[in-house]
């Protein structure tokens, strides 16, 4: 049961969307914490297909494979390189890098997720959520 005011559904996709893009980004930045011995980056990519493909649905669109690929590859590419330098140059500072490497995942992720929210607000602009 929630406290003070009474949960609200969200109206439009966009804040539903939102929503997704906030809970992927706190999955995301508790992901780049965990101290293993791999690179986070190959994790965080998939996550992040993941939220495109759920930010689709949002907006009534089923996404294909192929289509997930075309509007993710090149926002991928334009972050990996960022997100994969900082995120090693976190790994210098025990604990307070892992803080930092969960800050920038998140910050990333909720970048990313601004931007394929534009992307579906400009083919259904303010779109009723029917969830």
Not at 6 to 13: D, I, K, N, T, V
Not at 79 to 88: E, F, H, I, Q, R
Not at 105 to 124: M, N, S
């Amino acid at each position: 049961m929630m406290s003070g005011a009474a949960y609200e559904a969200p109206r439009f996709c966009r804040e539903k969307a939102r929503s997704l893009v906030h809970t992927y980004a706190a999955g995301g930045c508790a992901w780049a914490v965990l101290p293993i011995p791999i690179a986070t980056s190959t994790g965080l990519c998939a996550l992040e297909t993941h939220m495109i493909y759920w930010i689709g649905r949002v907006y009534g669109e089923e996404l294909g494979k192929g289509d997930i690929f075309m509007i993710g590859s090149g926002l991928e590419l334009a972050s990996v390189g960022l997100k994969t330098v900082a995120l090693n140059a976190a790994n210098f500072l025990p604990v307070i890098g892992w803080a930092i490497k969960g800050a920038i995942a998140a910050t990333t992720i909720e970048g990313l997720g601004e931007v394929i929210i534009r992307h579906f607000e400009t083919r259904h602009p303010g779109k009723v959520y029917a969830g």
